[in-house]
């Protein structure tokens, strides 16, 4: 759609002369009409955080009204993006006319996203999937540990068996608690940061044990850690805000480290 505002730019012709203090301008001063192209819909900027990115707003509200949140779909990331270009091609449409030649092809397009929109939303991660990955969770940590520990019956675990008892818990169990959806934002918090610290407690405190069950060990105590504090950190915020308005807990990590995961802090 195009719109049209009005400027007061000074043509060539405009003369201005000093006398005395007084200013006089020549009489053949015109508005000048300059056509300016209006944004299809509402875009999201580089400096705009994702709470303000109307669409995903939009997105949530539609979603929140069938008793579903945004982070429990498998892409949620696609239903935005999919919603945002269809209300571009609607809106693009609203400009046309049916005899125009575009206007068939945009409503074909339109009715195809509205499909693959309906069955994008319809993608939800179900209680037993979640369930399922969090028996793997601890089925692994199980394992690691009893690698770590030698523990394994009527074997004797190699050193290498053992190291890799303690590295399962960050190659198995957190990938497996970080692939649920619809989580709480504190769990999100507590796996990002304890993926982060994990290889550096792997590959640093060998330097002074030996000992494999000693590092599964503290891989583990990690990640309580993580936990207590998050939900510590999130009880907190709950308790400060009660009587006003809901806060909302932020993400601890920035910039490129929350590309771990797309949907951690959001």
């Known amino acids: 759609m195009v719109g049209t505002r009005t400027t007061f730019a000074p043509p060539v012709a405009v003369r201005i002369h000093r006398f005395g203090g007084q200013v006089n301008q020549a009489s053949n001063f015109r508005p000048r009409q300059i056509r300016t192209a209006r944004p299809p819909c509402e875009k999201l900027r580089p400096s705009m955080s994702v709470s303000d990115d109307p669409v995903e707003r939009r997105v949530r509200e539609e979603l929140a009204a069938d008793g579903v949140r945004l982070d429990e779909l498998l892409n949620g990331g696609k239903v935005v993006s999919l919603t945002r270009k269809l209300e571009n091609l609607q809106t693009e449409s609203n400009s046309l006319t049916e005899d ?20 994008e939303k319809r993608q939800v991660m179900q209680s037993w999937l979640k ?16 690698l770590a520990f030698d523990a394994v019956p009527g074997n004797s675990v190699p050193l290498v068996g053992q190291a890799l008892g303690f590295w399962t818990t960050w190659l198995f169990t957190i990938p497996a608690l970080r692939a649920r959806k619809g989580t709480a934002k504190a769990e999100k918090s507590a796996l990002n940061v304890s993926f982060l610290i994990m290889p550096l407690v792997n590959v640093f405190l060998p330097a002074f044990t030996k000992n494999c069950g000693l590092i599964w060990t503290a891989d583990v105590s990690v990640l309580a850690a993580c936990y207590l ?5 999130a009880y907190a915020t709950v308790a400060a805000s009660a009587g006003s308005e809901p806060v909302r807990e932020k993400g601890a990590i920035r910039g490129v480290l929350k590309y771990l995961d797309w949907g951690s802090w959001k």
Do not use: E, W
Request: proline share 2%; no cysteine.
């Open 100 to 119: 125009n030649p575009s206007y068939n092809d945009l409503q074909r397009r339109i009715a195809k996203l509205q499909s693959q929109l309906v069955r």
């Open 131 to 146: 369930q399922l990955f969090v028996f793997q969770a601890f089925l692994f940590l199980a394992i690691g540990g009893a």
């Open 229 to 233: 504090y998050y939900y510590a950190r």
